[in-house]
C-alpha cells in the first residue's frame, strides 16, 4: 500500500514536473494543441542507460514514440550502431531531429516523421523506447502488445505500463530518473498438446497454461494423472519449464523451447534421478 502509494506520488509529481517545464517553454513556442504529452528531453545519461538496458546493437531497430529533438534514435544510431526513426506531431521536433540527425552524421540511420504515436506501425521494430505519461503508456499497451514481435524490448523513461510490470527497473540516481524495460511475451494462454519423441516410445502431455502478460502458470498431466510443474518461464519466445514426477521428486524433466504462434518446439534433459538424456518435443496448441 506505501510503495504503491509512493509511486503514484511520483507519477503525479514527474507529470506535473513536465506539464511546469513544458509551460514556461510555451512562452516563446506555441506547442501545437493536440500533444498528448508536453516536449521534455531525457537527460542524455538516461538515454545511455535506456539503450544499454535494451542491449541496442547495430542489428537493432528502434522505434522512438514522440521523440522530442531526436535524440534517443540518434544515439541509437551513432553509439550504439542501431538504425531506426522516431516520430513527433510537434513539427518544430521534427525538423530539429532531423537537422541534429545530419550533424551527428546518422541521417542515413535516424529518420524522424510528423505522426502520431497511435498512427505508427510498430511491428518493424527490435526496441521501442518511449518517454510519454502513464495514460499514454497504457493507452498503447495493447498494441506494443498485439503488433510488436515476441522478443521485442521496450524501454521507458519514468513511466511504467501498470498491471503489465516490468522485467527490469533501473534508476539514473543522478537525474532521479527511472528506467523500466520489458520484453514482449509469446502470447501461450491455452490448452496445449505435447508430444515428446523419446526413442524409446512417444510420451503425450496435456498443458494448460495460464498467462498475464510474462507471467505463466502451467499445469499438466499425462494419461489423465496431474503433474507437478516448477520454474515456469516466458521470456519473449523462450518458454523452460520443469516437470516433476509425483512419485519421485528427484525426478525432474525440464523443457525448453520456442514458441511460435500455435506451436512450441525444443528440447527436454532429465535431471536430479532421471535419465541425463536429452529428446525433442513439440506442443500445438488446442484451445485458447
Ligand atoms: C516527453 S517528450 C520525449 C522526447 C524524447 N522521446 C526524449 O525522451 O527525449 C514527448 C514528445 O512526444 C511528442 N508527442 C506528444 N503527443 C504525441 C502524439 N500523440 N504523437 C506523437 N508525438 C507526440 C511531444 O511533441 C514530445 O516531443
Do not use: C
Not at 188 to 203: I, M, Q, S, Y
Not at 211 to 229: H, L, M
Request: proline fraction near 4%.
Amino acid at each position: 500500500m506505501g510503495v504503491f502509494f509512493i509511486s503514484m506520488l511520483r507519477g503525479v509529481l514527474a507529470a506535473t514536473a513536465l506539464i511546469v517545464v513544458a509551460a514556461t517553454a510555451a512562452q516563446q513556442y506555441q506547442y501545437p494543441n493536440n500533444l498528448d504529452v508536453p516536449y521534455v528531453p531525457t537527460n542524455q545519461p538516461t538515454v545511455e542507460a535506456m539503450l544499454r538496458i535494451a542491449n541496442v546493437g547495430p542489428n537493432d531497430y528502434v522505434i522512438d514514440l514522440g521523440s522530442g529533438d531526436g535524440r534517443i534514435v540518434i544515439t541509437a544510431a551513432r553509439q550504439f550502431g542501431a538504425h531506426g526513426f522516431g516520430v513527433d506531431l510537434d513539427p518544430q521536433r521534427i525538423k530539429e531531429s532531423t537537422e541534429n540527425a545530419m550533424a551527428a552524421g546518422v541521417s542515413d540511420r535516424a529518420v524522424f516523421y510528423q505522426r502520431n504515436v497511435f498512427d505508427t506501425k510498430l511491428s518493424e521494430a527490435t526496441v521501442v523506447t518511449m518517454y510519454l505519461l502513464p495514460r499514454i503508456n497504457l493507452k498503447l499497451r495493447p498494441r506494443l502488445l498485439a503488433e510488436l514481435k515476441p522478443g521485442t524490448r521496450i524501454v521507458a523513461h519514468d513511466f511504467d505500463m501498470g498491471e503489465w510490470k516490468a522485467d527490469i527497473t533501473a534508476t539514473v540516481r543522478a537525474h532521479n530518473s527511472t528506467v523500466y524495460y520489458w520484453v514482449v511475451p509469446a502470447g501461450v494462454d491455452g490448452l496445449w498438446n505435447l508430444r515428446v519423441a523419446d526413442p524409446k516410445g512417444e510420451h503425450r502431455y496435456d498443458l494448460a497454461i495460464k498467462q498475464k502478460f510474462q507471467e505463466i502458470n502451467v499445469n499438466t498431466s499425462a494419461a489423465g494423472k496431474a503433474g507437478v510443474v516448477r520454474e515456469e518461464r516466458l521470456d519473449g519466445d523462450r518458454i523452460t519449464f520443469v516437470l516433476i514426477d509425483g512419485d519421485d521428486y528427484m525426478k525432474r524433466l525440464r523443457f525448453e523451447g520456442r514458441v511460435n504462434g500455435d506451436t512450441m518446439e525444443g528440447t527436454m534433459r532429465g535431471e536430479g534421478s532421471a535419465p541425463r538424456t536429452e529428446v525433442k518435443w513439440r506442443a500445438t496448441r488446442a484451445a485458447k
